[in-house]
């Protein structure tokens, strides 16, 4: 997704898109930052209800007892792997920044 800038002036939006997104390219535009007093954000009573219900169909999580027994050797061992390569990762990025 590619995320452009707009600026309303004179009740208009103000805006450079990219030059390869053809006449008749369908956007959404939400504002930043609503105006205060509106919370947008809050779910209507029919999509609680709905998500409730998708909530209710998934199947729980169940390991095996070898799974079980596993797991904690494979985090060690996940988290050797970070370590050993965190040095090289931090070098990557500062790379990056020069």
Do not use: C, Y
Request: proline fraction near 8%.
């Amino acid at each position: 997704m590619t995320t452009i800038k707009a600026f309303i002036r004179d009740r208009r939006l103000e805006i450079d898109v990219p030059p390869d997104w053809p006449d008749g390219t369908e956007v959404e535009i939400h504002p930043l930052h609503e105006p205060s007093g509106t919370n947008v954000d809050l779910l209507s009573p029919t999509e609680i209800a709905e998500t409730l219900a998708a909530m209710d169909r998934i199947e729980p999580f169940v390991m095996t007892d070898a799974e079980e027994t596993a797991w904690p050797a494979e985090r060690q061992a996940r988290k050797e792997r970070d370590k050993a390569a965190f040095v090289q990762h931090a070098e990557e990025l500062r790379r990056m920044w020069e």
